[in-house]
């Protein structure tokens, strides 16, 4: 079964024990105004954690020693409580026979409550969530976020459980606002964020497997991005190497090994052993030394002409752009005039028009409108040689470092045959050359191979796409669009038989998003957000709408869901009767709690209030039939002796009714 709210009450400073008892389905506390119903609400918040102490101040906040809420469990009782204004909270868990109920009477008084069961604030609210089977404490998806922002993510907390088992008084027909606790905009992101987490669609092994699989994704990443580097590193290896075997090549006549450098450098360690094996030789016939000189000459040959080729396309375009610069500069110096005015000249004499002036006045502003095109066009220009000349350089430079590669080698080549006929001992000089080799081989092999990042670099493909589909199997996507559905189909259901306008039935259409949390109804293919609606009515039927969505949804959802199907609901009659204040006789009136404008649709309310009524029970009693579980609805109000459809009795629904003494009696 699923936990419900057995008792909540007060123990007064006197020992008096002041509560209501409650069952599953529907409970009312009916009563007149100022007699402690609204209090319950906010004892049931209190006890759960709540940091703020709102129990309307008044007779029972002048006599309360302690609040408490009792839970109905499987094989016992939770009892929580609190004393006023304090921190710590009383939590333990109980056996049936261990709640003091003497013949249905509860009796506790302060001295039950023992010293040893307050707790601290933090571990409180913690032992309040495992209680309700809350165990994620760590939600993070990425350790980096939690290093960036210095701290971490705020874990799922009972008190987010609130807004989706709280409608107050203010928010029960509120236009503006749907969930309490929503108007602090961090509480509400988190109650957004952490609703999946409340529903059992993830748990802590999925933010886990989340955290591993950002790190090996960022681990891709760094060796993805190391390819490049890796690449050029191995270029550069196979010409270095490549310039070694070379050299050998030029001293001995023969090839030290039947390999090509870069076979060389896939498998380094097994050919550094056939190259120690391998004794010194050389063909003193070979014209290999000879060869190899004329081969660099050759390649260094091309790749100054190359050079020589770009630095001349580089003199042109910097050439270009420096006449272009001149040119602007120059025709951006000219002083032109911005308009012309014509004056009509005569012949003072003859008084004939010249016109002369009036064609030479059209040279003139077609000559402007050339030189507006051309200051216009030179900028744009230089703007479209600056990137290419900046190309330029780039290659001049590895032209002139593959020219001085070149030059080194040649060099290098020239100086060995000095040695020779300096020392007249080859020999010598061509164990140099080897010993040269195996001394690069053992190197590359020391350093972190090419192949150990390929292997690292398939590892962790591997590990991401296991990873990947470990959490693809929690199908989080598709559950959150299921429970929309769920809802949507529950909302309709309640929603057709309420007392709507017109204008939004026929039939209904009622939406709420887990993405966003909104609700809106479709009426005439129009999305009508709630703030939209008019009426009062309309704003109270979309929060029962949705809220009893809800906890259908909790009860359909089983153990896997953390959140206890139980709602309060604040003064829901308040639309149709909001003159609660004149509400002071013994005997339930509805005439004096209406508005003089609508006593003539008295028994129109009336109907509308009975009707709600009637489709709250039966949602519990269809829910507990669908599901196995029956949700809990306590509803604090005015409205008494209704008359119930089906054979339903109202009073078998009040649990208390306050109108000749209230919650604390005098």
Request: with cysteine; glycine share 4%; hydrophobic share 35%.
């Amino acid at each position: 079964m699923k936990p419900y709210v057995a008792f909540i009450g007060v123990v007064d400073k006197k020992e008096q024990c002041h509560y209501v008892e409650f069952s599953q389905g529907l409970n009312v506390v009916t009563g007149k105004s100022s007699t402690g119903k609204s209090a319950l609400i906010e004892i049931f918040d209190y006890c759960l954690a709540s940091s703020e102490y709102t129990i309307p101040v008044g007779k029972i906040t002048e006599n309360a020693a302690i609040y408490f809420t009792i839970f109905k469990k499987e094989n016992g009782y939770l009892v929580v409580a609190r004393k006023p204004k304090e921190r710590k909270g009383f939590y333990q868990e109980i056996a049936n026979d261990d709640l003091p109920l003497t013949e249905g009477i509860l009796e506790v008084n302060n001295k039950w409550f023992k010293l040893g069961y307050f707790i601290a604030e933090h571990n409180y609210k913690k032992k309040l969530g495992l209680f309700f089977g809350l165990n994620v404490n760590d939600i993070e998806t990425n350790n980096d976020d939690r290093n960036f922002f210095g701290k971490r993510k705020p874990s799922p907390s009972i008190r987010s459980f609130m807004s989706f088992m709280l409608q107050h008084q203010n928010l029960i027909a509120n236009k503006h606002a749907v969930f309490y606790r929503f108007d602090e905009k961090e509480k509400r992101e988190q109650a957004i964020d952490h609703f999946k987490i409340f529903l059992g669609f993830v748990d802590q092994s999925y933010f886990l497997k989340k955290q591993e699989l950002a790190e090996l994704e960022k681990k891709k990443r760094r060796i993805e991005l190391s390819l490049p580097k890796r690449q050029q590193l191995l270029q550069q290896r196979e010409a270095k190497l490549n310039s070694k075997l070379q050299e050998y090549h030029a001293l001995s006549g023969v090839p030290l090994v039947n390999a090509n450098s870069l076979d060389i450098l896939k498998e380094p360690l097994s050919w550094l052993d056939s190259i120690k094996d391998k004794k010194v030789d050389f063909d003193a016939s070979s014209d290999a030394n000879t060869k190899l000189i004329a081969e660099l000459e050759k390649a260094m040959k091309v790749e100054f002409s190359a050079l020589r080729k770009l630095e001349g396309e580089f003199r042109a375009i910097n050439s270009t752009i420096e006449i272009s610069s001149n040119y602007f500069k120059s025709i951006s110096a000219i002083n032109y005039p911005h308009e012309i005015t014509e004056s009509i000249n005569e012949c003072p004499f003859c008084n004939s028009v010249i016109d002369k002036l009036e064609h030479e006045a059209d040279e003139l502003t077609k000559a402007i409108n050339w030189l507006n095109d051309e200051i216009s066009i030179q900028k744009p220009q230089q703007y479209d040689y600056e990137p290419k000349l900046q190309s330029l350089k780039l290659e001049i430079g590895s032209k002139k470092e593959a020219v001085a590669t070149l030059k080194r080698k040649i060099d290098g080549v020239v100086a060995n045959n000095k040695e020779v006929e300096k020392r007249q001992n080859l020999r010598e000089q061509i164990m140099k050359a080897k010993l040269s080799i195996e001394i690069y081989l053992e190197e590359i092999i020391n350093d972190k191979t090419p192949k150990d990042t390929d292997d690292q670099l398939k590892s962790l493909v591997d590990k991401i796409k296991g990873l990947n589909k470990e959490l693809k199997a929690y199908a989080v996507d598709k559950k959150i669009s299921e429970a929309e559905k769920e809802l949507k189909e529950t909302m309709d259901s309640i929603g057709q038989n309420l007392d709507f306008e017109e204008f939004y039935k026929n039939p209904i259409d009622l939406n709420f998003s887990l993405e966003s949390f909104d609700i809106w109804l479709k009426a005439k293919k129009e999305k009508v957000f709630l703030r939209s609606m008019g009426s009062g009515a309309n704003w109270l039927y979309c929060h029962l709408s949705l809220f009893l969505s809800l906890q259908k949804l909790f009860c359909s959802l089983g153990d896997s869901c953390s959140i206890p199907p139980i709602l309060f609901i604040d003064q829901p009659t308040q639309v149709y009767f909001p003159n609660v204040a004149n509400d002071n006789a013994e005997k339930f009136n509805v005439e004096k709690i209406s508005t003089i404008n609508r006593l003539e649709n008295v028994d129109e309310d009336i109907k509308s209030v009975e009707n709600f009524f009637n489709e709250i029970i039966k949602f519990c009693e269809d829910t507990e039939f669908e599901t196995g579980h029956m949700p809990q609805i306590i509803i604090s109000d005015h409205a008494d002796d209704l008359n119930l459809s089906e054979g339903r009795v109202f009073e078998n629904y009040v649990r208390a009714r306050w109108r000749n003494r209230g919650f604390i009696a005098d």
